[in-house]
């Protein structure tokens, strides 16, 4: 196996870098040591007014991308992968990918580049195009009084943000906007930051707890909330490049890591030389029974915490933990259906 990346690691990547406890027993047989990682149990919506809480079913982590990459790419090197770190992929192709350093001849091509990448213009995608459901991410690293033990989730108009502990006594803050609140930034982020700390005074209380942790922003590449098929071209997507959940619900990472297991059993029977175009389809129609419902569900929650006006309101209501569980259940699997997962790997392995 080849896992081609254009970074070496570790490297820093935009992310809420909270992991649901749907991905622990995966990293778990896996042998992944996530002990640098606090845990997380419990979520706080915090709005105008009012707040809301309630407790996971399990332990979640707080963990950076440039940790939990770093982990997951040296296990794959320890198991056998053939490492081309900090290459540059030029082309792709269904039997082979194009890097700066030469080109590697494929049996099956698996696409792990990211909710955005100019191989989905390549491949014709169709949300490449869409216009109007474009939103940027953006993040930076703090140090401050926490509670290591609790994620936030804050409100602004047409965005939200995410606060949560990571590894080092550190937190991430990280916030999801449209891109038609973004006209005149230019980029700016910290002049963005000031003006939603300006019109939202929970989120100056916030922000004001705390000191970078980092020199600046990292910010990303359009997100596109459209479907996405899983097979392109005859290229296996996963993660991000097979569909993408708000990140509110905190399952992003979670939800990538179990697309590539979902994918384990049709990508050993394309390499069996088995019916290629059936095993396409039939990859497609499991991705989509398996995570479709937990993204429509994550559309629906975006539009609420997207409106501080509304949110409040809706916080109003709830009285009860029982609208959490109810999200949690509708936004991630159980804990069984995850073990299932990882044993069909390590059957196929």
């Not at 081609?4 to 490297?11: G, H, K, L, M, S």
């Not at 890097?99 to 390549?122: K, L, N, P, S, Y």
């Not at 419902?293 to 109003?316: C, I, K, N």
Request: hydrophobic share 40%; aromatic share 10%.
């Amino acid at each position: 196996m080849a896992l081609a990346d254009r970074d070496t690691f570790p490297r820093d990547k935009l992310c809420g870098e909270f992991l649901s406890y749907d991905a622990l027993p995966i990293l778990e047989a896996f042998g992944i040591d996530l002990s640098a990682a606090p845990t997380i149990d419990r979520c706080r919506v915090v709005g105008r007014r009012r707040t809301y809480e309630f407790d996971f079913p399990h332990p979640a982590r707080g963990i950076s991308r440039m940790l939990l990459d770093s982990l997951l790419f040296r296990h794959a090197v320890a198991c056998g992968a053939q490492a081309f770190e900090g290459s540059t992929v030029m082309d792709v192709a269904a039997d082979r990918i194009v890097t700066d350093r030469g080109e590697i001849a494929a049996r099956v091509v698996v696409g792990a580049w990211g909710r955005w990448g100019r191989f989905d213009a390549q491949l014709g995608r169709a949300f490449a195009r869409d216009r109007a459901h474009r939103h940027f991410g953006f993040k930076r690293h703090y140090r401050g009084p926490r509670d290591p033990h609790i994620i936030e989730l804050y409100s602004f108009d047409r965005g939200y943000l995410g606060v949560s502990a990571i590894e080092r006594d550190e937190t991430n803050i990280c916030g999801l906007v449209h891109a038609s609140r973004l006209a005149g930034h230019k980029g700016r982020w910290e002049a963005f930051v000031e003006q939603i700390r300006e019109e939202e005074p929970q989120l100056d209380a916030m922000y004001g707890r705390y000191t970078p942790a980092q020199e600046g922003f990292l910010s990303s590449e359009p997100v596109i909330f459209r479907a996405r098929s899983a097979v392109e071209g005859s290229i296996f997507m996963i993660g991000d490049a097979s569909g993408i959940i708000d990140p509110l619900t905190g399952n992003g990472m979670a939800m990538a890591i179990q697309s590539a297991l979902v994918a384990a059993p049709f990508i050993a029977r394309a390499l069996a030389n088995g019916h290629r175009r059936r095993v396409e389809d039939e990859y497609r129609q499991e991705h989509r029974a398996f995570f479709g419902p937990r993204v429509a569900w994550s559309r629906r929650v975006a539009f609420l915490l997207s409106r501080p006006a509304l949110l409040e309101t809706s916080l109003s209501l709830a009285r009860t933990p029982a609208a959490g569980q109810f999200l949690l259940g509708h936004t991630r699997v159980e804990r069984d259906e995850v073990i299932r997962l990882a044993d069909r790997w390590f059957s196929i392995e």
